[in-house]
C-alpha cells in the first residue's frame, strides 16, 4: 500500500465520521394523515433532543443530507417529492416514516394516491408505525447512521415482513 | 524572520487555523449552553467540527442563473475579511499581530465584509427566499452597524486613541468600562447579537418565514465557509467587547474566563428570546441604540472637559 493510497483511506474515515455524525434532516409531507409528522417534530423537541446526536432540522433541501418523508405520495406531491430529491446535494439518503410511506398504508387505493414513497425516489430506511414512536424514528435514524458508518450496504429493497403492515 | 513570522501569524496563530477552530469551539459552547437551559443534554463538543468537516466534503451545487464566479468567491471574501480582522485584536489575550493608528475602524469594517457577502450572495441567487433574506440581512447592517461602532468607540474616545492596542493598554489600568459606560457595554454586546443574526435578530435567516434567507441556495463548501466565518466573527466580537469593556484581555486565562462568561450572556439572552421583525430591529436600533450612545458619547465627552 502507497501512501497516496494511506491517505486517501484516512481521508475517507473523516469523511465518513464527519456524515455519520452531522446528519441534517429535511422534512417532507407528501400526504400523511400529519400523525407521523407531529412524532417526527416530538423527536426534535427537548425531550429526545436528537441534537446530541447532530441532527439539525433545516429548511432548504440544499443544506440537507437525509430527507425524511411520511406519508403516501399523492398525485399533486410526486413531482415536488422528486424536486426537492433532486435539489439535494450528494450523499443524500432518504428515509420512509410511517405505514403509509412504506406501503400507502390506510390511503392504499385511493383515487389520488400514487403509492408509496419508493416507487418515487429510492429510500434507504423503513420506520414502521402508524405512527412511529419518536423512539422508534432515533432508532432508524441510529440503524441508517450504522449503515453509513460501517459501509454495509443500505436497504433498497423494502424488507419483506414490512409488506403487511397494511 | 520576520516572513516567516508573518506567514504564521497569517495561517495558524493569531489569523488562520486557531480563530477557525476557536470559533468552532465557542459556537459548540453556545449551543450547549442554550440546550441546558432547555433543559436538553445538547450536542457533543465535535459537533461544529463534524458540521464543518461534513460541508465541505458535500457536493456543491451551482445553481441556474448565478454568476458562477460572485457565487464561488463571496464565501472566500467573508472568511478573508472574518480572518484579517483577528490580525488586529489581541486574540487569547496576546498583543495584536499588526498594529497601526486607527485599526479599530479597519477592524469593525472587515467583520461587516461578512454580512454584506451573505447579502451580496442572497442577491446573486435568483431565488425569492434568498432575495428576501438579502434584503433583510443588508437591511440589518444597516440598523446595528453605527449604533454597534459608536458603542466600540466610547472606549477609544475615552483612552483617546484609535488603536487597538492603546485602547486596551488602557482599559487594563482603568476600571472596567462596563460600569464606567454601561449604555455603551449594553449597546455593544447587543450589536454583537445582530451582527451574528442570533435571535432575537435572526430575521434574515428566519428558517420557519424564509427558508434558510439568503443563504438558501448554498450548499457544500460555500455553506461551510460562511459557517466559518460566522465563527470567527463571533470570537473576535467576544475578544473585542471583553477588551474594551471588561477590563482587558491581560493573558490567555482571563481572556478563556471573560469571553466565555461573556458567550454565557449571550446564550442566555438568545435563549430567553423571540425573533423580533424586522421593522422592529430597525426601529430598535435607530430610536433606542443609537441614541443611548450618542448619549453615553455626551456623558464622556462632558466628563472629560471637567
Ligand atoms: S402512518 Fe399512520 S400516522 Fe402516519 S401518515 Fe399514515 S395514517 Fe397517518
Known amino acids: ?166 | 524572520m520576520e516572513a516567516i513570522g508573518n506567514i504564521v501569524s497569517l495561517l495558524f496563530f493569531p489569523g488562520g487555523l486557531f480563530v477557525i477552530f476557536a470559533g468552532l469551539m465557542y459556537e459548540w459552547l453556545d449551543h450547549k449552553i442554550i440546550a441546558r437551559s432547555q433543559n436538553r443534554i445538547g450536542p457533543r463538543w465535535f459537533q461544529p467540527i463534524a458540521d464543518a468537516i461534513k460541508l465541505l466534503t458535500k457536493e456543491e451545487i451551482v445553481p441556474d442563473g448565478v454568476n458562477p464566479v460572485l457565487f464561488a468567491i463571496l464565501p472566500l471574501i467573508a472568511l478573508a475579511g472574518a480572518l484579517t480582522a483577528a490580525l488586529y485584536v489581541p486574540m487569547a489575550g496576546l498583543k495584536p499581530a499588526y498594529s497601526f493608528a486607527g485599526d479599530l475602524i479597519v477592524t469593525v469594517y472587515m467583520l461587516s465584509l461578512l454580512t454584506l457577502s451573505i447579502g451580496l450572495a442572497g442577491a446573486n441567487a435568483k431565488e425569492r427566499f434568498s432575495l428576501v433574506g438579502s434584503t433583510r440581512a443588508l437591511t440589518q447592517l444597516f440598523a446595528y452597524e453605527a449604533p454597534f461602532l459608536l458603542a466600540l468607540l466610547g472606549p477609544a474616545i475615552a483612552a483617546g486613541s484609535w488603536q487597538i492596542s492603546e485602547i486596551v493598554a488602557y482599559t487594563e489600568t482603568h476600571t472596567w468600562m462596563m460600569i464606567l459606560q454601561p449604555i455603551g457595554f449594553v449597546v455593544a454586546l447587543i450589536g454583537l447579537m445582530g451582527k451574528l443574526e442570533l435571535p432575537p435578530f435572526d430575521s434574515p435567516e428566519a428558517e420557519t418565514e424564509i427558508v434558510a434567507g439568503a443563504l438558501t441556495e448554498y450548499s457544500g463548501r460555500g455553506l461551510a465557509i460562511f459557517h466559518l466565518g460566522k465563527g470567527a466573527e463571533l470570537i473576535i466580537g467576544l475578544t473585542l467587547i471583553t477588551a474594551f469593556y471588561m477590563g482587558g484581555v491581560s493573558n490567555p486565562v482571563w481572556f478563556l474566563v471573560k469571553t466565555v462568561g461573556l458567550l454565557a450572556v449571550l446564550a442566555a439572552l438568545q435563549s430567553l428570546m423571540t425573533r423580533l421583525r424586522i421593522d422592529q430591529t430597525v426601529g430598535m436600533w435607530w430610536r433606542y441604540g443609537a441614541l443611548l450612545v450618542l448619549l453615553q458619547w455626551l456623558i464622556i465627552v462632558v466628563v472629560q472637559l471637567v
Open chain 1, 1 to 166: 500500500m502507497n501512501i497516496t493510497q494511506e491517505w486517501n483511506d484516512i481521508l475517507d474515515k473523516v469523511k465518513t465520521w464527519a456524515r455519520v455524525n452531522s446528519p441534517w434532516l429535511i422534512h417532507y409531507n407528501s400526504g400523511s394523515c400529519n400523525g407521523c409528522d407531529i412524532e417526527i417534530l416530538a423527536t426534535l423537541t427537548p425531550r429526545y433532543d436528537a441534537e446530541r446526536l447532530g441532527v439539525k432540522l433545516q429548511g432548504s433541501p440544499r443544506h440537507a443530507d437525509v430527507l425524511v418523508c411520511t406519508g403516501p405520495v399523492t398525485m399533486q406531491s410526486r413531482d415536488r417529492l422528486q424536486r426537492i430529491y433532486d435539489q439535494m446535494p450528494d450523499p443524500k439518503f432518504v428515509v420512509a416514516v410511517g405505514s403509509c410511506a412504506i406501503s400507502g398504508g390506510a390511503f392504499q387505493g385511493c383515487y389520488n394516491v400514487i403509492g408509496h414513497i419508493d416507487e418515487v425516489i429510492p429510500v434507504d430506511a423503513y420506520i414502521p408505525g402508524c405512527p412511529p414512536r419518536p423512539e422508534a424514528i432515533i432508532d432508524g435514524l441510529v440503524k441508517l447512521l450504522t449503515a453509513i458508518k460501517t459501509g454495509a450496504p443500505i436497504q433498497t429493497e423494502k424488507p419483506e415482513e414490512l409488506l403487511d403492515v397494511v
